[in-house]
């Protein structure tokens, strides 16, 4: 009698230590997907990104675009207003006119998903609102 009470003990607490269906974990899996919205990954290359901004100085709406290559053109419209090259170092996109002589000019990564809006801020302390929009290459 004893063996059997033992016996039915140990079945009892097996039965209570089975962990819960496979479906009810994946149920909160999802919803704990959905209630925390993944923000946008840092950019590990600006080539083939589109964005546009209005210049501090002269008030005008502005949309730069850099290429597959690494090459940037920024217009106003129909007028052109810059050139030159740009590439991602140590999280930072950092610009060089072909049309100045003002040297490398890195910029914060506002890690924008297309369509969003955000901020980025110059070495120099300079603060730019922008938006990234679906890439439009651009010619000279």
């Known amino acids: 009698m004893r063996t059997i ?5 140990a079945l009892s607490l097996a ?3 089975k962990e819960a269906p496979p479906a009810a974990d994946n149920a909160a899996a999802e919803v704990t997907e959905t209630a925390a919205p ?3 990954a840092a950019l590990t290359s600006i080539n083939e990104t589109s964005w546009e901004f209005t210049d ?10 850099i290429d ?3 090459k940037y053109i ?5 007028e052109h207003i810059d050139h030159g090259t740009a590439i991602m170092k140590a999280g930072k996109a950092c610009f ?3 049309m100045d002589k003002e040297g490398e ?3 914060t990564d506002p890690m924008l998903a297309e369509g969003a809006s955000g901020e980025t801020t110059s070495d120099k302390g300079e603060k730019l609102p922008i938006k990234r929009v679906a890439y439009v290459p651009l010619t000279m």
């Open 5 to 9: 009470i033992c016996l039915t003990a």
């Open 15 to 17: 039965a209570c230590n």
């Open 38 to 40: 993944t923000a946008p």
């Open 56 to 65: 501090a100085k002269s008030g005008k709406p502005m949309q730069e675009s």
């Open 68 to 70: 597959a290559t690494g």
């Open 74 to 78: 920024v217009v106003s419209g129909t």
């Open 96 to 98: 060089t006119s072909a």
């Open 105 to 107: 000019v890195c910029w």
